[in-house]
């Protein structure tokens, strides 16, 4: 989810990238608070050019006021991270406090590389943030990070061309079903133009995040053996969206092996009227729309629910920090509601804690989708298969060729379960 996403931008990136290893000699797991101030390394990953310069600010506006506990700003990479934190876990030279993903997080936490935050956060902390979300980071009752930037999924419109159909805008805390999206997407749908592009080049994630709109969980554990099941709620998505592509036709087939960002030109070019994607695609809208072409938030679709899995970035403690109750006191302050709000902001994506939300919201006016951005936060949280140890196989080897398969028409939604559950068995444990 967060990780493909970065991956892909960050190397287009200029940022100049530290390795851990590099940093050894800074020491961050000794004792340090016999002379001077406390030290802690921070490794951020913030990548886009405000986020940047809203994590150093604040880092540098807590050094001035703290002279007691000074952060060492770290610049991280999210292509190589993961590889980074493991030689440096291993090592016992990580940093104090870790910029990450709660899908990644799991592996360190299982592994003991990672502080169990539960009595080092404050409960006003706590109580901003739902307890679904606090779940993606929750293992063996320990909490492993603090989730603080949240990724949803909604949809990116064309004004004018839903106007020019007469299809009306839904308020942002009113979004539509999905029969009433897929019925929209067929009055927007005429010769040259189709009413929605699904970019599904990667469709996994995409796939089992909304099918807990249907309560679809993919993924069950009974007596400490997890298996693949596919019934009714784990289908509807996906016959959904097949169906918008062969049956009514108001999805472009051309749109399956692209990207969202590849989508863009037909979107501009008023070849497709909707594109559904994440929430931080309202930054391309601004930066690479042509000027006069408006375009317009909707929020998530909804089935039974709106709900969505949650993999939130998040800011963990090293285990073998020597500065444990420091570090979490940076991260209070570096999360509290104002600064959560920035953060969120400079990436284009939700925070996570309530009245981050109503900052936000207030500092952006709601403009550029915002309001519709911060009211999808409610329906985010843990799903089955973020939990899963066997996950990342399955959806590699398994899951995503056979989704491209079902998607381009070559077998059938039953043929698909099968191959699902089969993937299942091989990788699940």
């Not at 990667?202 to 009974?222: E, I």
Request: charged share 20%.
């Amino acid at each position: 989810m967060l990780r493909t996403r970065f991956r892909r931008l960050a190397a287009a990136t200029a940022v100049a990238v530290v390795g851990l290893g590099a940093l050894a000699a800074c020491g961050g797991g000794d004792d340090e608070a016999t002379s001077g101030p406390v030290k802690l390394r921070f490794l951020s990953l913030a990548w886009q050019k405000e986020s940047l310069q809203a994590n150093k600010d604040l880092v540098a506006k807590w050094n001035a006021e703290h002279p007691d506990i000074q952060v060492e700003y770290v610049q991280g990479d999210w292509n190589s991270v993961h590889d980074q934190l493991l030689t440096s876990f291993e090592g016992g030279d990580a940093p104090d406090i870790v910029h990450y993903e709660a899908s990644a997080i799991g592996e360190f936490a299982k592994q003991g590389y990672l502080a169990d935050l539960s009595g080092l956060i404050s409960n006003d902390l706590k109580g901003q943030i739902d307890q679904g979300v606090w779940d993606t980071v929750t293992y063996d009752g320990k909490v492993s990070g603090v989730p603080f930037l949240l990724e949803s999924q909604v949809v990116i419109a064309n004004k004018k061309l839903l106007d020019a159909a007469g299809v009306a805008v839904p308020p942002a805390d009113g979004g539509w079903t999905w029969d009433e999206f897929q019925a929209n997407a067929q009055k927007l749908t005429k010769p040259g133009q189709f009413g929605v592009a699904w970019a599904l080049k990667s469709p996994t994630n995409r796939v089992l995040n909304l099918a807990l709109n249907y309560d679809g969980k993919f993924f069950y554990t009974d007596g400490g053996r997890t298996e693949v099941k596919v019934g009714d709620p784990e289908k509807e998505i996906p016959k959904r969206i097949h169906d918008m592509i062969y049956t009514s036709k108001s999805a472009s087939p051309e749109a399956l092996g692209m990207s969202g960002a590849d989508t863009l030109p037909g979107f501009f070019g008023g070849k497709y009227a909707m594109l559904p994607g994440s929430v931080s695609l309202r930054q391309q809208m601004v930066e690479q729309a042509p000027a006069g072409f408006e375009w317009v938030t909707l929020p998530p679709v909804k089935g039974l629910s709106a709900k969505q899995a949650a993999n939130p970035q998040t800011l963990s403690v090293s285990a073998d920090s020597k500065h444990k109750k420091q570090a979490a006191q940076f991260l209070e302050y570096f999360l509290n509601p104002t600064n959560m709000a920035t953060l969120a902001k400079g990436d284009w994506l939700v925070p996570t804690g309530k009245q981050a939300n109503e900052e936000l919201v207030k500092l952006t006016g709601g403009k550029q989708g915002w309001d519709v951005a911060a009211d999808s936060a409610q329906d985010l949280t843990v799903a089955p298969f973020q939990m899963a140890d066997g996950y990342p196989e399955w959806k590699t080897k398994y899951a995503t060729p056979a989704l491209q398969q079902y998607f381009a028409n070559k077998i059938t939604l039953d043929q698909l379960a099968t191959q699902l559950v089969d993937g299942g068995k091989q990788v699940l444990r």
